[in-house]
């Protein structure tokens, strides 16, 4: 006998929620209700209620990060259509279908069409971001796809005018609601993609119910603005409004009016920005002039420098200079030769014979031989008396 495998409710509990969770047909499903028992939680923002039809009944929860993107306030007794998931909460063990997003039953096959394109053209990869296109900065012209007669237009016009006046407009006015508007815009789209005239495109209306903005929702407009060369800008009715259109263009504008701001630059600012951009290009010139002006002057000064000109007019100097000098020398020296000389001269002149002659004085020879002392001579000896004019001969008499 088998012994049969006992489980805490906890266990159970997780894996019936594990069975659903992990079911692929209950992660993505639709359902139609009328709401019962609504109780809105408005410290979390969550919303607790019931779908019930004829002969069954379902617990929901709606969780307040999608609460918050409802575009009606649900109530009691009112249809809809709910998209989300079937699960179990685990702590009660109770089934209930988690509600993501929800369209009052009067527009919810139109909601139910949109999620189902939207899923299949997210899946083929028309919303991808590696497939938008860059919007240019400052476009020579701008394509505008829309109606010819609403407010959207005028909006875009003057915004369009008063930021980048020089911009080219070309307009392909269409319909923008009812049936032929779809093909109408798509028509729009592929003459701008056979005929590229264009830097960057807005297509777009004012606001309006789901029903006005259906055209938008069109797949064959989105196929049209996928293959677009031309990086296209969706302005598709208010802020809080979303459509396919604005998924698969490469930028989304919450209004007609901010796509007109996104598709081009403010000239104010432009001119701002240029204007500090030549501000700052005449700062790097100057500061570069300046330092190009001082480096030619140092080599300006060291080409001088070393030039033959200069290097002889220095030559010259020091050629003067060492020529003035050696005059010096030699003139130093010759006044220090004469000087020498003339003292020379007057100690010769001093022990000259004739000079002391001059001065009174004679010298005495005999027989041609100086007489210095008295023993030299004898009585009766000749001698010749030398006088400083003329010479004597005398005759010894005495000697004393």
């Given at each position: 006998m088998i012994t049969p495998k006992i489980l805490s409710v906890?266990?159970?509990?997780?894996y019936v929620k594990s069975l659903l969770d992990n079911d692929e047909h209950l992660r993505y499903v639709f359902i139609e209700g009328e709401i019962s028992n609504l109780t809105d939680h408005y410290s979390s923002g969550h919303l607790y209620f019931s779908l019930k039809d004829s002969k069954s009944v379902i617990r929901c929860v709606m969780f307040s990060g999608c609460a918050k993107g409802l575009k009606f306030k649900p109530k009691d007794n009112m249809k809809v259509i709910a998209r989300g998931r079937v699960g179990v909460y685990e702590a009660t063990g109770q089934?209930?279908?988690?509600?993501?997003?929800?369209?009052?039953?009067?527009?919810?096959?139109?909601?139910?069409?949109?999620?189902?394109?939207?899923?299949?053209?997210?899946k083929e990869g028309l919303f991808s971001n590696e497939h938008k296109k860059p919007i240019p900065k400052t476009p020579n012209s701008i394509g505008i796809i829309t109606s010819p007669t609403g407010a959207a237009v005028q909006d875009i016009l003057n915004i369009l005018s008063r930021r980048f006046p020089?911009?080219?407009?070309?307009?392909?006015?269409?319909?923008?609601?009812?049936?032929?508007?779809?093909?109408?815009?798509?028509?729009?789209?592929?003459?701008?993609?056979?005929?590229?005239?264009?830097?960057?495109i807005i297509i777009g209306r004012g606001g309006g119910s789901i029903e006005d903005l259906w055209a938008f929702n069109d797949e064959n407009l989105a196929r049209a603005i996928f293959d677009c060369p031309i990086p296209v800008i969706s302005a598709v009715g208010h802020?809080?409004?979303?459509?396919?259109?604005?998924?698969?263009?490469?930028?989304?504008?919450?209004?007609?009016?901010a796509a007109a701001e996104l598709a081009v630059p403010d000239r104010e600012e432009l001119l701002a920005e240029l204007f500090s951009t030549k501000h700052y290009i005449d700062t790097i010139i100057d500061t570069k002039l300046l330092k190009f002006e001082k480096e030619l002057?140092?080599?300006?000064?060291?080409?001088?420098?070393?030039?033959?000109?200069?290097?002889?007019k220095i030559n010259e100097k020091e050629l003067y200079t060492l020529t003035t000098r050696t005059e010096t020398a030699i003139n130093t020296k010759f006044s220090d030769t004469i000087k020498t000389y003339e003292i020379l001269a007057q100690k010769a002149e001093m022990i000259n014979p004739i000079g002391i002659l001059n001065r009174g004085f004679?010298?005495?020879?005999?027989?041609?031989?100086?007489?210095?002392?008295?023993?030299d001579i004898s009585i009766s000896d000749t001698l010749d008396i030398t006088l400083s004019k003329g010479k004597i001969k005398a005759e010894v008499k005495e000697i004393l």
């Amino acid at each position: 006998m088998i012994t049969p495998k006992i489980l805490s409710v906890s266990q159970l509990n997780f894996y019936v929620k594990s069975l659903l969770d992990n079911d692929e047909h209950l992660r993505y499903v639709f359902i139609e209700g009328e709401i019962s028992n609504l109780t809105d939680h408005y410290s979390s923002g969550h919303l607790y209620f019931s779908l019930k039809d004829s002969k069954s009944v379902i617990r929901c929860v709606m969780f307040s990060g999608c609460a918050k993107g409802l575009k009606f306030k649900p109530k009691d007794n009112m249809k809809v259509i709910a998209r989300g998931r079937v699960g179990v909460y685990e702590a009660t063990g109770q089934y209930q279908f988690y509600v993501e997003d929800m369209q009052p039953d009067g527009i919810g096959t139109l909601a139910l069409q949109f999620e189902e394109l939207k899923k299949k053209l997210e899946k083929e990869g028309l919303f991808s971001n590696e497939h938008k296109k860059p919007i240019p900065k400052t476009p020579n012209s701008i394509g505008i796809i829309t109606s010819p007669t609403g407010a959207a237009v005028q909006d875009i016009l003057n915004i369009l005018s008063r930021r980048f006046p020089s911009v080219d407009i070309v307009m392909h006015p269409v319909l923008v609601q009812g049936d032929n508007a779809a093909k109408d815009l798509t028509n729009a789209i592929k003459t701008f993609t056979d005929n590229p005239c264009v830097d960057v495109i807005i297509i777009g209306r004012g606001g309006g119910s789901i029903e006005d903005l259906w055209a938008f929702n069109d797949e064959n407009l989105a196929r049209a603005i996928f293959d677009c060369p031309i990086p296209v800008i969706s302005a598709v009715g208010h802020e809080t409004d979303f459509t396919i259109c604005d998924f698969v263009s490469d930028l989304r504008a919450p209004t007609p009016s901010a796509a007109a701001e996104l598709a081009v630059p403010d000239r104010e600012e432009l001119l701002a920005e240029l204007f500090s951009t030549k501000h700052y290009i005449d700062t790097i010139i100057d500061t570069k002039l300046l330092k190009f002006e001082k480096e030619l002057e140092r080599d300006i000064k060291l080409v001088k420098a070393y030039s033959p000109e200069n290097i002889l007019k220095i030559n010259e100097k020091e050629l003067y200079t060492l020529t003035t000098r050696t005059e010096t020398a030699i003139n130093t020296k010759f006044s220090d030769t004469i000087k020498t000389y003339e003292i020379l001269a007057q100690k010769a002149e001093m022990i000259n014979p004739i000079g002391i002659l001059n001065r009174g004085f004679s010298y005495v020879t005999k027989n041609g031989k100086c007489v210095c002392k008295t023993d030299d001579i004898s009585i009766s000896d000749t001698l010749d008396i030398t006088l400083s004019k003329g010479k004597i001969k005398a005759e010894v008499k005495e000697i004393l």
